[in-house]
């Protein structure tokens, strides 16, 4: 995979927005990008080409080379430089985001009117700039979102009037999101971020981060808003999507790799959303999610874990503070959260913004602050840096300088606030390098055939394989007629909504099975579409199909009636999933449970194709259906992978990472959890037991784990170990095994989880191959909350567990800690 180069600091190229517009023109393009970019004046000012020179740029436009100019100077002496040149209207500039075209600014291009715009004294950060989003189903579909040298024009072009058109030139952080790919009309589209999760692969996750960094660079953004850290505690919670799964460790573990792989192609990685984020209510959201219910040390242990990890390994640049509150203390207004935990424990020297409207909730909805004003200075004192919301930035930058002036926001809180944003686009290389340099590398590698191939295989890895009675799969290529039936046979909306790529081409399950198969053994019937005409009231009034819907399962039937087999595809997708969807119960939503029993009454064999983020409470389909396959939001790619491994082309070997239940009523239910809190034993009055446990996953051959060894087996409480298993593919066909290694502290002062996930590999193993992996095992492996609240390795004995899933365990073996 090449990596972006930029090419160098002399005249020829240091003004590559001006190029670029030269050679739009010469391609008779220029003209027709103005009428239709929304800009009624297009570049209307004239290119300062004399403050470029060669490995600087006269930024004051002073003619002389400045500190904070001269790239051989420190970070550090750069910005104390140039907060000393900074007033107070530049300053405050600097606390607020800017939302792109289209939702904030009203003009594509820079126009006269930008000189009396507050952003005249320049901005933080430009959000969504071009990136194609509008509006949930409102997509930008002019130039500068869905033609890449198009968009790399007006991001150059807007980024010039900060360096030209301001007085210090200081340059626009571009943010952007992006859980599944960069956020683009056109990006290398993965799996969502659970998926990734599910593939249990760190070194792919890595790849993911790469190729996203490498594309949002080549596209002009600097920072990207991922990856999230939350960790899933509820299966209603309609942003399960964005998590990586349960485990805390896995989540950190998926964290590390791919910020680290976005921060390695020179842009910032934003973490999300900080902090006791996704322990909401009930699965509540919007406006509801307000008082997170967790005691201080599994909040310890389980949601600041991974931003823990993380920001120790990664010098991780950005962090999203969240709008809920924890204890009665939005996390927004709270100094203890933003500066004492954040910046002073974990050591996070990037700068934070706000969650949409994060800040004004102070007043709003937590009512702790009695105005905006008071809010604006509540969160400054706390340590968040910028606001960023859907609104105009001057009400936010106007409050600082009241503030200011008024001499409550002390000039200390001030300039080390802007630091914050400043350091952060001095890392990024802004003041130096702050256009896209060579469009042509940008359009060569932006969803590129290789990059593409990296999806491909995220997609195949992520797919589980939840059921496989009698090897009904993999299916025969030489099956006579195969019956594609479901509604989410064509429905793949979750490879073009929001927080992604928009609109880069997609393959649904017909198109993947029928490249597979060919067009004339494949028969499709929708059968049902994916909710009723009521829903989601008939989730509590529940109603027989009218004919409408009774005409299209019937259909259904018939075209079963014809086949071989038939895949049925079920589950969720974008209308019952995403943010602000979170579901009352996880019963398959319509008609489709109904669907599924005609189908299976034909007699036809039947393999269910589960689409969705939320597990679901699929209990008649577990006991009935030979073959389950559980997809997730499989990205771009999705109908190919999922055609792959329904006939065998590929091995399936993707885990849970999220739990089953088998009725809503049993939440909640999660792993890890503490001694007994989820047993069901001396119950006498309800459903027991799990449908799927976290960490399960079944493959088209078997594996086998011998020899465990600890080594060694006692240590210090400040020392280490190393675990040994050999892995054995003991089937007839190859495959990747994820192995999976749990501890338990069998004494401690407090109660600790029954089970901690502390490594996992995922290994690709040829028929009879055995390979050994090996598990490192650290202090903060083993740490505990202990009765005084310190974070300590109590002596005593600790079981090491090597399982296939959390509730299969296969060889256990001990550690002793003196």
Partial sequence: MKKSTRTGGNKANAQPAIRWRNELKALGIFAALLATAGSSEGQVFTPKKEIYHKGWNDLNKNGKKDIYEDPKQSVEARVRDLISRMNLDEKTCQLATLYGYHRILKDSLPTREWKNAIWKDGIANIDEEFNGFIQWGHLDKGPLATDILHHIWGMNEVQRFFIEQTRLGIPADFTNEGIRGVEAHTATGFPTALNMG??????????????????????????????????????????????????????????????RGMQG??????????????????????????????????????????????????????????????????????????????????????????????????????????????AVYQALMAGMNVRTTFAPPDNMIKAARELALEGRLPDSVLNSRVADVLRVKFKLGLFDHPYVENPDHSKAIVNSADHQAVALRASRESIVLLK??????????????VALIGPNILDNDYAHTHYGPLMSPSVNILEGVRQKLGAARVLYAKGCDL?????????????????????????????????????????????????????TDLNLPGFQQQLIREIYATGTPVVVVLIGTQPMTINWINKYVKGIIYAGYPGVQGGTAIADVLFGDYNPGGKLTLTFPKSVGQLPLHFPSKPN?????????????????????????????????????????????TVYVDVTNTGSREGDDVVQLYTR????????????????????????????????????????????????????AFKIMICHSSTDIVLTGQLEVE
Avoid at 317 to 330: A, I, L, R
């Fill in 198 to 259: 599910m593939t249990w692969d760190k070194e792919l996750v890595g790849q993911m981060g790469t190729i996203e960094g490498m594309e949002a660079k080549a596209l002009g953004y600097s920072n990207v808003y991922a990856p999230i850290m939350d960790v899933a505690r509820d299966q209603r919670w309609g942003r399960l999507e964005e998590s990586y799964g349960e485990s805390p460790y896995l989540v950190a573990q998926m964290g590390i790799r791919m910020a």
């Fill in 677 to 721: 809190a989820q047993s069901d034993e001396g119950e006498g009055a309800k459903i027991k037991g799990l449908l799927f446990a976290f960490g399960h996953g079944l493959s088209y051959t078997s594996f086998n784990y011998t020899n465990l060894r600890v080594t060694p087996g006692k240590i210090k409480t400040d020392g280490t170990t």
């Fill in 265 to 374: 192609q020179g842009i910032a990685a934003t973490l999300k959303h900080f902090a006791v984020y996704s322990n909401n209510n009930g699965a509540r959201e919007g406006l509801a999610r307000t008082d997170p219910q967790i005691p201080e040390r599994e909040m310890r242990d389980l949601l600041l874990y991974p931003f823990r990890h993380v920001l120790d390994s990664v010098e991780v640049m950005g962090v999203m503070c969240s709008y809920n509150d924890y204890d009665g203390v939005p996390i927004t207004g709270s100094r203890y959260w933003l500066t004492d935990v954040l910046r002073d424990k974990f050591k996070f020297k990037g700068y934070v913004v706000s969650d949409s409207d994060a800040m004004e909730y102070l007043f709003s909805k937590h009512h702790v602050a009695k105005d905006f004003k008071e």
């Fill in 745 to 796: 502290d069998l004494l401690s002062s407090v109660t600790t989880f029954e089970k901690n996930l502390r490594g996992f590999e995922r290994v690709h193993l040829k028929p009879k191959e055995t390979k050994t992996v090996q598990f490192k095992i650290v202090p903060d492996d083993l740490m505990l909350w202990n009765r005084k609240m310190e974070h300590v390795v109590e002596p005593g």
């Fill in 468 to 481: 496989n009675k009698d090897q009904l799969l993999p299916l025969s290529k030489t099956l006579r007629k």
């Fill in 531 to 583: 909710v009723d005409k009521n829903w989601p009231e008939s989730q509590i009034l529940p109603e027989a199909p009218d004919p409408a819907a009774r005409k299209m399962m019937d259909s259904a039937v018939a075209v079963a009636r014809q086949a071989d087999v038939a895949i049925v595809a079920l589950g969720g997708n974008t209308r019952t999933a995403g943010e602000n969807k979170s579901s």
